[in-house]
């Protein structure tokens, strides 16, 4: 379970705050999309959740315990537990799939024996059947930079996966990609979320996906929690609420 109690955060030099007194529980096996214009903090809340974003004051609570409390090493060790995909994938172009993958263990292993490649048979077993699992069986061996969006957001995925994530965290993980394409990763995100029992936390500006796909959604608006429910019941006004103007259906 993550917690949030009051949390609020300023980025140093910046009069308004990136979140304000943010409230908010996520329960292990809810897909939460969050919903918000650019800037409203999507991706802070995001970031404050791994422990890459200090907060300016309130408290972050994992399974009852404040992040706050914990070392460099403790905080080290809950972002290996957490999956992290991007809009731009983050991947190395040059490594192939099977590398990218691989690259997932780098929170358990010692960073010389990452760097070096050096990686166990069953570990390399593993990355494989994860490739099955994101329908990229057969691409193991070929580079990153030859395959398409999608294909490259389905080696993120598998990435994440080979972290074996308690968490799944996305920031905007569509956003690069087209509507049938990002349709299909969402469908990925949500099979994986459910064959894994994860948290799943995805910054999403696609609303017809957010409906879609969420078991429940937020909307942040200038650092502010809006609106918290199921998809149904986010009618068009509390969308407009959200983004402050009518959207075109
Ligand atoms: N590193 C930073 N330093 C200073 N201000 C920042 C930094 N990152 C974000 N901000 C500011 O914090 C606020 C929230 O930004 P954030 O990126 O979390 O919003 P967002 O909802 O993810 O936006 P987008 O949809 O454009 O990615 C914005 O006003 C932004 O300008």
Redesign the pocket.
Same mark, same amino acid.
């Given at each position: 379970m993550i917690e949030f109690q009051d949390v609020t955060v300023y980025? &140093?030099k910046?009069n /308004?705050p *990136?979140l304000s007194h943010i409230n908010l529980t996520f329960q292990q096996g809810e897909f939460v999309c969050v919903l $918000? &214009?650019? $800037? *409203? !903090?999507?991706?802070?809340?995001i970031r404050t959740v791994n422990a890459l974003q200090p907060v300016t004051a309130g408290n972050i609570f994992i399974d009852g315990q404040d992040l706050d409390n914990w070392t460099s090493l403790e905080k080290r060790q809950w972002r290996s537990r957490t999956g992290m995909i991007f809009q731009h994938f983050h991947l190395i172009p040059r490594l192939s799939v099977e590398q990218n993958v691989l690259t997932g263990l780098f929170g358990y292993k010692h960073p010389m024996a990452a760097f070096a490649g050096v990686f166990s048979q069953s570990e390399k077993k593993k990355a494989r059947s994860i490739l099955q699992q994101v329908g990229l069986g057969e691409m193991a061996e070929r580079r990153v930079e030859w395959l398409s969006g999608g294909q490259k957001q389905r080696v993120g995925v598998a990435r994440a996966l080979m972290q074996e994530p308690d968490v799944f965290l996305g920031d /905007?993980p569509v956003a690069s990609l087209d509507p049938g394409t990002a349709q299909s990763i969402f469908a990925l995100l949500k099979d994986v979320h459910v064959r894994n029992d994860l948290t799943t936390i995805i910054?999403v500006?696609d609303v017809a996906l957010a409906r879609s796909f969420a078991t429940r959604i937020v909307g942040?608006s200038h !650092?502010k929690v809006i609106f918290d429910g199921k998809p149904d019941e986010l009618t068009e006004s509390g969308l407009e609420h959200i983004y402050g103007t009518v959207l075109q259906a």
């Open positions: 980025y &140093p910046s /308004e *990136a $918000g &214009p650019s $800037g *409203a !903090g999507k991706s802070t809340m /905007e910054n500006h942040l !650092g």
